[in-house]
């Protein structure tokens, strides 16, 4: 059996918290309504673009692929996850609905795969918006 007592100099000390500054609340929002924004005003130039680049990226295939964007109901259960990936690409979906960009209905399987194209594009969003705040505390380099 293994020893299950701990000793004083095996306890560790409990990280202290991390400061809320402007910043960390500054940019997961500018990186919600622009991708990899919340990574260029921290000046974290090469990790924005990519991420600009590559949302932009797969929005824009979704909808070259007649994705569709996918509107606010209380519907399909599915309908309303896909909404909640949609927003998450922050300007991208703003600017979708606006142009009424992604409202064809899907007639063929290659819409389908747009409208993933999109949903994903808006979840890669939400998780640079979750990095960039972890960047503004302190947390990731």
Known sequence: MANSE???SEVRPKAAAQPFTAMAAIAPLVGWLIPGGGHLIQRR???????????????????????????PNTGDLLDMLGFVGDVGAGGLYFLARMMNWGTNAIAVAVADYGTKFIVVSGLLNVMAMVDAYHIAIGKKQ
Do not use: D, P
Request: avoid cysteine.
């Open 45 to 71: 130039w090469i990790r924005g673009l990519l991420l600009l680049i590559s949302i932009l990226a797969m929005f824009e295939i979704g909808l070259a692929m007649n994705g569709k964007v996918y509107q």
């Open 6 to 8: 701990v000793t004083t």
